[in-house]
Nanobody, 112 residues
Framework: QVQLVESGGGLVQNGGSLRLSCAVS????????LGWYRQAPGKQRELVAI???????NYAVSAKGRFTISRDDAKKIVYLQMNSLTPEDTAVYYC??????WGRGIQVTVSS
């Protein structure tokens, strides 16, 4: 059974930083397309950052230069370091594998 469990969200001030973690159980961690999406109120879920099938990373335009995705293969954890956060980054952040398996999501709120 594949499980993805996010942690590290919360409330942060404008300009602050957070690091999200996603623990992935089972063989799903080695699957391609491991990464993060987010969904803000009233908006569609959108890509934030992801490890692609060829092992490279892909970032949303809004995330480039501010967010960094990384992974610890030994611990089976994927991280999202988020810096210079703005209120526009407020959303529920989801960890995903291949857009098939999803975590429950974790709230990130950036106050102005």
């Amino acid at each position: 059974q594949v499980q993805l469990v996010e942690s590290g969200g919360g409330l942060v001030q404008n300009g602050g930083s957070l690091r999200l973690s996603c623990a992935v159980s089972g063989r799903a961690f080695s699957a391609p397309q491991l990464g993060w999406y987010r969904q803000a109120p009233g908006k569609q879920r959108e890509l934030v950052a992801i490890f692609t099938s060829d092992g490279t990373t892909n970032y949303a335009v809004s995330a480039k230069g501010r967010f960094t995705i990384s992974r610890d293969d030994a611990k089976k954890i994927v991280y999202l370091q988020m810096n210079s956060l703005t209120p526009e980054d407020t959303a529920v952040y989801y960890c995903t594998v291949a857009s098939i398996y999803w975590g429950r999501g974790i709230q990130v709120t950036v106050s102005s």
